[in-house]
T-cell receptor
Framework: EAQVTQNPRYLITVTGKKLTVTCSQN?????MSWYRQDPGLGLRQIYY???????DKGDVPEGYKVSRKEKRNFPLILESPSPNQTSLYFC?????????????FGDGTRLSIL | DQQVKQNSPSLSVQEGRISILNCDYT??????FLWYKKYPAEGPTFLISISSIKDKNEDGRFTVFLNKSAKHLSLHIVPSQPGDSAVYFCAASDSRLLINTGTASKLTFGTGTRLQVTL
């Protein structure tokens, strides 16, 4: 089954404790992206990757890092999480970086930073 | 600055009737528009899209209308069914960005409209 898998689905942690949210897709997609969803703000892009070793900032990259060492994986790293990063996070992938190719989303990761 | 706006946070419609969800945008460079549907505890799923060269696109019960001069698009669901109850996001992009600059087309999402279809 074609899917985007995120882990963990839920996480409560404390300020400053490094965490990684993993994202994996099995569709051989070149393009992957991370979004956060906040009330009243919709989905905002954090980082995206056009292909292996190619990443770039989205609209709200501050406080986040990503890496793309393999085509299927695109982890999101919070080196020193802060309460304003409490949010619902989605990973997405698509064939390429053209918006004509709809993105497939994971089921989300709810992060609470205390 | 919210470039894509969904001014109705929620909408309630009776089963069998038409649901109309609206979306406005401000960026005249946007030329491709998509609607995503999201159920609780799941990620958004693609529903339907439209290019700016068209003013209507239909897929079964779902039709998207685009009014470029008004910078407005709408999603019509006819007839509405209880399973359509979800949050609907519209999204817009400049699809030429990839060709022109090598930069991936970025999707700008609206804030979502929660549709409730009642029996």
């Amino acid at each position: 089954e074609a899917q985007v898998t995120q882990n963990p689905r839920y996480l409560i942690t404390v300020t400053g404790k490094k965490l990684t949210v993993t994202c994996s897709q099995n569709m051989n997609h070149e393009y992957m992206s991370w979004y956060r969803q906040d009330p009243g703000l919709g989905l905002r892009q954090i980082y995206y990757s056009m292909n292996v070793e190619v990443t770039d900032k989205g609209d709200v990259p501050e406080g986040y890092k990503v890496s793309r060492k393999e085509k299927r994986n695109f982890p999101l790293i919070l080196e020193s999480p802060s309460p304003n990063q409490t949010s619902l996070y989605f990973c997405a992938s698509s064939l390429g970086g053209n918006s004509n190719q709809p993105q497939h989303f994971g089921d989300g990761t709810r992060l609470s930073i205390l | 600055d919210q470039q894509v706006k969904q001014n109705s946070p929620s909408l309630s419609v009776q089963e069998g009737r038409i649901s109309i969800l609206n979306c406005d945008y401000t960026n005249s460079m946007f030329d491709y528009f998509l609607w995503y549907k999201k159920y609780p505890a799941e990620g958004p799923t693609f529903l339907i899209s439209i290019s700016s060269i068209k003013d209507k696109n239909e897929d079964g019960r779902f039709t998207v209308f685009l009014n470029k001069s008004a910078k407005h698009l709408s999603l019509h669901i006819v007839p509405s069914q209880p399973g359509d109850s979800a949050v609907y996001f519209c999204a817009a992009s400049d699809s030429r960005l990839l060709i022109n600059t090598g930069t991936a087309s970025k999707l700008t999402f609206g804030t979502g409209t929660r549709l409730q279809v009642t029996l």
